[in-house]
C-alpha cells in the first residue's frame, strides 16, 4: 500500500511539474505572451519587479503601444492559472519532503504567494485600462502585492531548501546506523 501511495504522489507530482512548464510555456511563448510583449517593445511585464512607480508604468505602457497593452490585457488571463500551478506545485513539494502527519502552517505558505499574485494581477490590470491616467492608490497596491508575492515565493523556496536539507540529513543518519 506503501508503495502505490508514493507512486500515486509522484505521479502527481510530476503532473503538477509538467503542468507548470507547460504554462510557462504558454506564458513566454504564446501569442500576446511575455515574447511578444518583449518583441513588441523591447521591455517585459511589470509583473516581474517589486516595485512599481507612475514613471516606471508609464515607460512599460507607452512602450507596448496599444498592441502591446492588448497582449498584455489578455496574458492576465493565463497569469490567473499561473499562480495556482506554480503554488500548487510548491506546496506538493513542501508535502512531500515534510510529511505531515497533522495540519502544518508551513505547507500553506505558497498558497499566500498565489493570492498575493491574483491582487497584484488585478490592480496591474487596472492601470491599463486607466492608462494613461494612472491613479497613485492602485500604484501603490500593485506595488504592496508584487512585494509581497516576491517576498512569499523566496521564502516559500527557503523552506523547500529547508526542507530538502533536513530529510537528506535523516537519510543519511539513517544510512549510518
Known amino acids: 500500500m506503501r508503495n502505490l501511495r508514493e507512486f500515486l504522489t509522484n505521479a502527481v507530482l510530476f ?6 512548464m507547460a504554462i510557462s510555456a504558454l506564458m513566454y511563448f504564446g501569442i500576446g505572451g511575455t515574447k511578444d510583449i518583449y518583441d513588441l517593445s523591447g521591455m517585459f511585464i511589470p509583473d516581474m519587479n517589486i516595485f512599481h512607480s507612475n514613471d516606471s508604468l508609464m515607460e512599460y505602457f507607452d512602450a507596448w503601444g496599444a498592441q502591446g497593452r492588448l497582449f ?56 491599463v485600462y486607466d492608462y494613461p491616467n494612472l491613479d497613485p492608490q492602485n500604484i501603490s497596491y500593485a506595488t504592496v502585492f508584487s512585494s509581497l508575492k516576491w517576498m512569499t515565493i523566496l521564502f516559500s523556496l527557503i523552506l523547500i531548501l529547508i526542507a530538502f536539507s533536513r530529510r537528506r540529513i535523516a537519510y543519511i543518519k539513517s544510512q549510518e546506523e
Not at 15 to 20: A, C, E
Open 72 to 127: 498584455y490585457i489578455r496574458y492576465q488571463y493565463r497569469d490567473f492559472i499561473y499562480p495556482i500551478i506554480y503554488s500548487v506545485l510548491m506546496s506538493a513539494i513542501l508535502i512531500r519532503l515534510i510529511q505531515p502527519k497533522y495540519f502544518n502552517f508551513w505547507v500553506i505558505v505558497p498558497m499566500f504567494a498565489m493570492l498575493f499574485d491574483f491582487a497584484e494581477n488585478y490592480f496591474l490590470r487596472v492601470l
Open 15 to 20: 503532473i503538477i511539474l509538467l503542468s507548470f
